[in-house]
Structures are given as C-alpha cells and as structure tokens.
C-alpha cells in the first residue's frame, strides 16, 4: 500500500502558503477603507489546516512515486479552489459555495468565467484576490508542466523531459532545482506588464491586477467591460504582447537565459503558435473586408481578440457575438487549439496539433507509396509509436469530454450555443462563451447551480491535462 504522507506534507506547505497569500489583500482593504473579515478569516482557517497537514506529515518519504505524482496533482488544485473560495463567501456579495467555488475555481485554472454581475463596485479586496488566484494558477501550471506532466506521459507531455534520466523518483528535488529560477522569469515578466500597463494610462491597482491575470493567460478584469473599459490602443499592443509572452513555453526563458539565444525563433513550437495567430488575424481581418462588417473591419480588434481567444485569456474589446457566424464558429475552433506546451495557456495544445497534421501525413505518404518508410519527427527527435499513440488518446478524449459536457449542459435547460461554447470554454479554460447569457457581455450567473459544478469539473479536467484527474477514477490505479 502506498503511503501518501508526501502528498500531504506537499499539500500542506501549499495550503500554508495559500493561506498567507490571503493576507495580501488586507493591505488592500486596509488602503480602501474596505476592511472586514472576509479574507483575515479564511487565511487563519487555510493556515491551520495547512499547518495540521504539515506537521502530522513530517515523517515522510523523501521520494515521491508515479502514483503520488498523479494524486498531489489533482489534490492540489482541488484543495485551492476549496479554500480559495472562503473569501468569496466570507465578502459581502452573499455567494453562496457554489458560486464561491465556481470563482475560485475559475480563478485557480486560470480560465477566467466569472458569477460577478458587477466588477465595477465590487469591493477592491475581492478583485485582488482573483488575480492573485490565477497568478498563483499561472506559475503552478508552468512548474506542473515543466516537472510533473513529462514524467506522468500525460497527453505526450513526456517530450518535455528537462533530462532524459529524469525517474519517478526525482520529481521533487527536480522542482526545487528549476521552480526559483521560473518564479523569478514570471514574476519580472508580472512587473514588467504592469509598468507598461501603468505608464500608459491604468491606474496603479488596475495595472498590477492586470498584469498578474496578463501573464497567467488567466482573463480576470476589473471591470465588465474587460479590457474594453480602457478604449487605449496602447493598453491593448500592451496586454497582447505580454499575453504573447506568456503563451510560450518558459523552458524557452530558461534555455534563453542559459545561452541558446536562437530558441525563440528555433522552436518548432513557437514558430507554429506565431504563425497561427498571423494567419488566425489575416483570416478573420480579409472576411471582415469581404463582406463589409464595419465593427470587424478593424486590425486591432481583430488582433486582441484572435490572440486572447487562442491563449484561453479570455480578455475581450467588443462584443464578438455581433461579428457573425463564421468568426463565432473560427473562435470556437481557436479555443479548443490553445498556446503552447509549458506555457500558462490551456487547450489542445500547439505540439500535439503539429504532431497530428505530421502523422496524417505520413499515413497518406503509406498510402501513396506502401513500401515507403517514413519516419515521424519532431523537432529533428523520432516520434514512437506509444508516444504518437498517447498524441491521438489524448486528442479523441478532449473532443469525447467536450461532447459530453455539451451534453450534460443542454441536460441542465440551457441552449444550445451555451452548451456549446460554455463546455468549450471550460475545457479549454478560456473564459467568455457564446450567446447572450455567457458571451463577451454576459457572465455566468444565471445559469443553474448544477450547471456550474459541471464547468467546474470541466475546467478542473482541462487544466490538468484531462489523464491526470481520469486515472483516479479508476480502480487499478488504486491497486498499484
């Protein structure tokens, strides 16, 4: 039987530091006169469960298995989104769990649905503690990516092995090794984000509330009208580039950093993303031309809200429900596509949908040529059967998930594009749906409770890679 105590000694130290992080927005309170106890309360009752984990843990192993790996994953996140919501029922918006759950959930994965029906009065505290969530999201899901996901082989994750002797075993020193140096690329790039957004017009606390749900891809804003509520051209070529940076992967930072100074424009990955939000933008902008859509018609729309539909940011300037059908239907197609491996973005991911274009084209090449032989590669590396095979699995199973989400939506009483576009927008963590309950004006409160605990699930599945919270459920994995 295998002893989890590393699992909960782990959860412990994040819930410890969750906990004091929900301090942070006390200051904020204290310098808008806004103080109560919604967030000095929960912080005493995240740090002492924390600090229980913690300490009645302190006996265990040094090493953590496949198994563990898998759990302190899932845990982890679902242990934030729990106590991160203390604070939104404990505020004076009268939200209930599900609504508490579903922000902070939201927050954590960094999709960026909210239930808040209006950002602009909501008190200052509250909307600190949003961007903290999905900063916090935003470093958790690099680290993640970086160290865990390549030695779970979740959805070929494992191409991203920072060392190819990397074991089981070596999980945690491996996280320690490269975590301070990802914390400190983040964090620079947060403050260099907010000093832009400061210098061009936002006022100080929008600025570093923004630059933290900039980077993290993440969408909160602080107002219902998003980014729109700025109308600054140079808020927005802001917010794009930095959104930009963060939908890379940050293993390219550290190759960077490490001498590789060509890896921006080497990386197969990079190129492709690059490419596909020029085309995307080229694409919808000659549309626009060709059939007269005035509110379209506009390269900087167009580019903002390309951009942050493809990274699962989720930040909008215009209402895209008013552009037609078929950029609804291309938004649709960019946000099941998402940004790049190792990045802060969420969806499909650029690499798996290269290594798919590549392998159909191979099969045609067999078809064409029987006694052919042609070798799969990516980025120069041969691609194995079992690693293309968990390619594929993972794709059939993101598009299996999202129809079962639809599904169970429309089960709820909700429309069809909602169905649609919310269970589309919770598994690729993106934000805004479709429609007029749930599209760039709406926002999620309307729909049923039952509604939202099913994109809650949906948001929690496509965070984390869709295997690692699946593989719990099954009961060989609890037999190991």
């Not at 989104?81 to 505020?91: N, R, T, V, W």
């Not at 650029?350 to 274009?357: A, E």
């Amino acid at each position: 039987m295998t002893n989890f105590k590393t699992v909960f000694y782990t959860l412990g130290i994040l819930q410890i530091i969750l906990g004091l992080s929900m301090l942070l927005p006390v200051s904020v309170q204290l310098i808008y006169g806004e103080f109560d106890s919604s967030f000095v309360g929960p912080s005493l009752i995240t740090i002492v469960f924390g600090s229980l984990f913690f300490l009645a843990n302190q006996d265990h192993q040094k090493k953590i298995n496949l198994q563990q790996a898998f759990l302190l994953t899932a845990l982890s996140w679902l242990s934030i989104s729990i106590f991160g919501c203390l604070p939104f029922m404990f505020s004076n918006l009268n939200l209930g769990i599900t609504d508490s759950f579903f922000e902070s959930m939201s927050g954590i994965t960094t999709t960026g649905s909210t239930i808040i029906n209006s950002l602009d009065t909501t008190p200052k505290a509250i909307l600190f503690w949003r961007a903290i969530l999905q900063w916090l999201g935003g470093i958790g899901i690099i680290v993640m990516a970086i160290t865990l996901m390549p030695i779970m082989n979740v959805g070929g994750m494992q191409l991203f092995k920072v060392s190819s002797n990397d074991g089981a075993e070596k999980i945690l020193p491996k996280s320690k090794e490269i975590a301070l140096r990802l914390i400190l690329i983040y964090l620079s790039l947060t403050i260099f984000c907010a000093f832009f957004y400061y210098i061009f017009g936002m006022q100080f606390f929008d600025s570093v509330t923004h630059s933290m749900t900039t980077i993290a891809t993440g969408g909160f804003s602080n107002y219902n009208e998003s980014i729109g509520y700025f109308n600054n051209y140079k808020i927005e070529i802001t917010s794009m580039f930095f959104i930009i940076l963060g939908s890379i992967p940050f293993l390219a930072y550290i190759k960077f950093l490490n001498g590789e100074k060509k890896i921006f424009y080497q990386d197969p990955q990079i190129i492709t993303f690059i490419k596909l939000v020029i085309y995307s933008i080229i694409i919808l902008f000659v549309y626009a031309l060709f059939n007269n859509i005035t509110n379209l018609a506009n390269l900087r729309a167009v580019s903002f809200n390309v951009i942050s539909i493809l990274t699962g940011t989720g930040y909008v300037t215009q209402n895209f429900d008013n552009w037609g059908n078929f950029p609804l239907i291309f938004f649709l197609i960019l946000m099941f596509i998402g940004g790049c491996a190792g990045s802060t973005t969420c969806g499909i991911k650029v690499f798996r949908i290269q290594i798919l274009y590549r392998f159909i084209i191979k099969q045609l090449k067999n078809i064409i040529y029987p006694r052919g032989i042609f070798i799969l590669k990516y980025d120069e590396k041969p691609v194995d059967q079992k690693f293309m095979s968990s390619i594929i699995s993972f794709i059939f199973l993101y598009i299996l998930i999202f129809f079962i989400i639809t599904g169970l939506l429309s089960m709820t009483g909700l429309d069809f594009t909602t169905s649609i576009s919310g269970a589309a927008t919770s598994i690729s963590n993106v934000g805004p749906g479709l429609g007029d309950m749930i599209g760039p004006n709406g926002n999620f409160a309307a729909l049923p409770n039952i509604s939202k605990w099913i994109l809650s699930f949906g948001m929690l599945l496509g965070r984390l890679e869709l295997f690692a919270i699946l593989i719990l459920f099954l009961p060989s994995f609890w037999r190991k």
